[in-house]
């Protein structure tokens, strides 16, 4: 399924992520996995299935996650969620 969801408010750290053209980042949203690893960061879980996490994401090919890493974005999300927390 194609992610069709808002990430217009979280562009500028989408763009400050690695590319991931030959992985799973080629077809997951990196936005959804960001936005994922920072519900998960805010709420100190800490129990991580990350193959899981990932291969439930939506696909996308849109806006400045296209192709991004969605391993890099779970984990500034955790950290970002986490920050935000305390
Ligand atoms: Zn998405």
Do not use: W
């Not at 920072?38 to 996490?53: A, K, M, P, R, W």
């Not at 806006?63 to 305390?86: E, M, V």
């Amino acid at each position: 399924m194609a992610c069709n969801k808002d990430h217009s408010n979280i562009q500028h750290i989408m763009c400050s992520l690695p590319f991931d053209q030959g992985g799973l980042g080629r077809h997951k949203c990196a936005a959804c996995a960001y936005e994922k690893g920072y519900q998960d960061g805010f709420n100190h879980v800490e129990t991580i299935n990350l193959s899981q996490i990932l291969n439930e994401l939506d696909e996308s090919q849109a806006q400045a996650q296209r192709h991004k890493s969605p391993h890099a974005a779970y984990a500034k999300g955790y950290l970002d969620g986490i920050t935000d927390s305390y």
